[in-house]
């Protein structure tokens, strides 16, 4: 039987409930060849391409209604009923649905509702009882479903943006500026709030420093991490003074970073770049970026999650019984949503039950992907010299284009004076950190130049009222802290983060 078929048998037969418990063993049966054709025949590609609803009718029990308040309550009482139906059959009726808009997803409303379907196949396969002789399958299949679920999650964010501002030429101060907005608007302002380059990006955890200060008995505090990848002091103090208005920043600024974004004679190419930039033009015309005010759906949609109950297990078949269970079926081409980069491949649902989805390995994704949401870059990769520079070649800081005619002065000095005068005159408190930089990297070029920083921010400090704390002591600079010689990892951040609390001269905010 062809797919094309199969889809026309349930669209026709739609209120058959019978044929939504038949659709996996329909879905098991077909086959496929051993090599598959980058492009789908064209039957085939317009079945899959059609738009597949969901069968409301036979949900007709345990509904979140959205965008109906009048039937809330009413909705509400249907989901503290359990589904006596058979999670397995549900959720891989709703896997072929995400399969099927996965294939013609483009906008941003589109690949939020292949989430949305891969959210319930997941909910449905965990629901496979624990005593059902499929759990141990299931579980394999919520993993699958669940980086199918990233991956239509990560499409969702890449498929424009709900705010109308132009870029930076800078995606990542373009992703987090977005990030930060959004954040205020549902948390509320921050009351602290991180800044810097990639150094700080990653380098500081915020969720760790928040975990810490509540130990020191500052409750609830809200910590936003606005590191942004290639931010000098003078994309810093862009950011502060020109991006962000006063009413959006909060009282208490910790500027984590080093002695590179403060260094004048290196080439600023992401301040240039911001320059020269669409976003700058509204900026030095007075306008600042929003978001987008929320439009109401003009579609209601209905969602079904399952709800603890003791579960019929109908299924009309049973593994060990099957004789279409065979390890052929496990050869086939794997059932991937993950495109290979400006060549995507055409999603072969039929295969949606016995192939190994899986990461393609020539795929690679921006790690920005990864930042949580308080702004924060978690990185799991542990620095080893033995390693890393058979990866990439030794630089020395004579050849450091960061380092490059080394100057403490001229214009990153001008931005940081900028930024001292700036929060002092809105009462914010500033504390600049030095963060840790392995002794691989310190060569005697950087060495000298971090020794000379050093001096000048703890003059700078004394004269000027922010505080400086630097955070180069022996114990911070282990490896297994760093990704990179000179990034920190999630671990380092960690420690980073509970050494800053630490510090008695910072005066932290109360929430009153």
């Known amino acids: 039987m062809s797919l094309l078929s199969i889809l026309s048998l349930i669209r026709s037969t739609g209120r058959n409930s019978l044929v939504m418990t038949t659709v996996p063993l329909i879905i098991l049966m077909v086959g496929c060849s051993f090599k598959q054709s980058s492009q789908l025949p064209a039957a085939s590609e317009s079945a899959i391409a059609a738009p597949t609803s969901p069968n409301y009718e036979h949900l007709n029990r345990n509904k979140i209604l959205v965008g109906e308040e009048n039937s809330l309550s009413q909705n509400l009482a249907k989901s503290q009923t359990c589904i006596e139906e058979n999670p397995f059959d549900e959720s891989v009726k709703f896997a072929l649905q995400a399969s099927n808009l996965a294939q013609t997803a483009?906008?941003?409303?589109?690949?939020?509702?292949?989430?949305?379907?891969?959210?319930?196949?997941?909910?449905?396969?965990?629901?496979?009882?624990?005593?059902?002789?499929?759990?141990?399958?299931?579980?394999?299949?919520?993993?699958?479903?669940?980086?199918?679920?990233?991956?239509?999650?990560?499409?969702?964010?890449?498929?424009?943006?709900?705010?109308?501002?132009?870029?930076?030429?800078?995606?990542?101060?373009?992703?987090?500026?977005?990030?930060?907005?959004?954040?205020?608007?549902?948390?509320?302002?921050?009351?602290?709030?991180?800044?810097?380059?990639?150094?700080?990006?990653?380098?500081?955890?915020?969720?760790?420093?928040?975990?810490?200060?509540t130990q020191k008995g500052y409750r609830d505090l809200k910590i936003f991490n606005f590191g942004v990848n290639g931010a000098t002091a003078q994309v810093v103090d862009y950011i502060l003074r020109q991006v962000l208005t006063p009413e959006k920043l909060p009282k208490l600024i910790i500027w984590a970073d080093g002695v590179r974004a403060f260094n004048s004679g290196r080439i600023d190419r992401t301040f240039e770049a911001i320059m020269a930039s669409q976003a700058h033009q509204k900026i030095a015309a007075g306008i600042h970026p929003q978001l987008a005010k929320a439009e109401p759906s003009p579609q209601k949609k209905c969602y079904q999650l399952p709800q603890p109950c003791k579960t019929r297990d109908n299924s009309k078949f049973q593994f060990q019984n099957s004789n279409f269970v065979k390890k052929d079926n496990y050869t086939l081409t794997q059932f991937n949503l993950i495109p290979l980069i400006n060549n995507p491949i055409p999603i072969q649902s039929n295969n949606l039950l016995y192939q190994p989805s899986e990461f393609n390995s020539r795929a690679t994704f921006v790690s920005l992907d990864a930042i949580e949401a308080n702004g924060f870059l978690p990185l799991s990769d542990r620095f080893n010299p033995n390693t890393y520079y058979q990866q990439k070649p030794y630089v020395s800081g004579a050849y450091d284009g960061d380092y490059r005619w080394f100057n403490l002065g001229g214009e990153q000095a001008q931005a940081f004076d900028s930024v001292v005068a700036f929060t002092s005159a809105n009462n914010i408190q500033l504390v600049v950190v030095n963060l840790p930089l392995t002794d691989d990297y310190l060569d005697g070029v950087r060495w000298s130049a971090e020794v000379e920083f050093r001096e000048q921010m703890k003059q700078l400090s004394q004269e000027y009222g922010f505080i400086f704390l630097n955070l180069s002591e022996k114990a911070l600079t282990q490896y297994n802290y760093f990704t990179d010689p000179s990034h920190l990892n999630r671990y380092g951040a960690s420690i980073v983060a509970q050494t800053i609390v630490a510090n008695p001269s910072i005066p932290w905010p109360r929430v009153r």
């Open 106 to 213: 483009r906008s941003k409303p589109e690949w939020d509702e292949v989430a949305r379907l891969w959210l319930q196949a997941v909910a449905w396969m965990q629901a496979v009882p624990a005593n059902s002789p499929k759990r141990t399958f299931a579980e394999k299949k919520v993993v699958e479903y669940m980086r199918n679920l990233t991956y239509s999650q990560q499409q969702a964010a890449r498929s424009g943006s709900i705010s109308q501002f132009p870029s930076f030429d800078s995606e990542p101060l373009d992703q987090q500026l977005q990030l930060y907005l959004s954040y205020l608007s549902t948390v509320g302002k921050p009351d602290i709030l991180i800044v810097g380059s990639s150094r700080a990006l990653q380098g500081v955890d915020p969720a760790q420093m928040q975990q810490a200060l």
